[in-house]
């Protein structure tokens, strides 16, 4: 217990911002009343997290099955929630874990990934533009573990605990600018998809500001992270 709790203020303080902290108090205090739920049903943050990767997959073997797209996107959007979720709850509940915040960057960059997709395969942005998303996304992944990466090959095995749990706890947590990053990743490509099935073109313009504007987070985000390994 005592160990989740350290975890836990490492989180929310370590490196984190006022803004990002601010952002993480009001979304636990807010699902506060759904996560107390989790915690009496025995609902822990990692199968919330599971969820979401479940859901992904459904909505994959949906595709592939010829369902309608509107059945496709409400799974995704469910899949999206889960990541708004599985965050206040692990903290709110003290079950906070380095494996937690490994799934849980593993199943943005799924779901991400597979949207990315859908929006290729329905033309909806051009190539050069979802090659320039990713490019900017496998640069900032890059930039963010190869310090972790070189460490890891240096330390001795009783060290590589420490290392791993640092490296969780502090850059795997985003700043303000990666949530707006990812958030402007999602939500433009959820529009962009909608716009398929509702009939309003403004929808489709929302989705491409929302990707340029991913764009330019991600530029920032690429700075910010590369400073951080000048210190």
């Given amino acids: 217990m005592e160990k989740q709790q350290r975890i836990k203020k490492i989180i929310i303080k370590r490196?984190?911002?006022?803004?990002?902290?601010?952002?993480?108090?009001?979304?636990?205090?807010?699902?506060?009343?759904?996560?107390?739920?989790?915690?009496?049903?025995?609902?822990?943050?990692?199968?919330?997290?599971?969820?979401?990767?479940?859901?992904?997959?459904?909505?994959?073997?949906?595709?592939?099955?010829?369902?309608?797209?509107?059945?496709?996107?409400?799974?995704?959007?469910?899949?999206?929630?889960?990541?708004?979720?599985?965050?206040?709850?692990?903290?709110?509940?003290?079950?906070?874990?380095?494996?937690?915040?490994?799934?849980?960057?593993?199943?943005?960059?799924?779901?991400?990934?597979?949207?990315?997709?859908?929006?290729?395969?329905?033309?909806?942005?051009?190539?050069?533009?979802?090659?320039?998303?990713?490019?900017?996304?496998?640069?900032?992944?890059?930039?963010?573990?190869?310090d972790f990466l070189i460490k890891y090959l240096k330390v001795v095995d009783h060290e590589a605990d420490v290392l791993i749990e640092n490296f969780s706890l502090d850059n795997l947590q985003a700043s303000v600018i990666g949530r707006l990053q990812f958030f402007c990743w999602i939500f433009g490509y959820l529009l962009l998809l909608a716009s398929l099935i509702i009939n309003i073109p403004t929808l489709a313009i929302i989705g491409e500001a929302a990707v340029i504007l991913e764009i330019i987070f991600a530029g920032l985000n690429i700075l910010e992270s590369y400073q951080k390994t000048l210190i």
């Fill in 15 to 146: 490196k984190d911002g006022f803004l990002t902290a601010l952002e993480k108090n009001w979304r636990d205090y807010l699902l506060k009343p759904l996560t107390d739920k989790f915690l009496k049903f025995g609902i822990t943050a990692n199968q919330i997290t599971y969820l979401g990767f479940g859901l992904i997959f459904i909505a994959i073997c949906m595709n592939f099955a010829k369902f309608d797209l509107r059945w496709q996107l409400s799974i995704l959007i469910l899949a999206a929630l889960s990541d708004a979720i599985d965050g206040p709850t692990a903290r709110n509940n003290d079950n906070v874990t380095i494996k937690g915040t490994w799934l849980d960057h593993t199943r943005d960059g799924l779901l991400a990934a597979w949207a990315s997709y859908l929006i290729y395969s329905y033309k909806l942005l051009g190539l050069e533009i979802l090659i320039i998303v990713w490019a900017l996304e496998i640069l900032l992944f890059w930039i963010n573990i190869k």
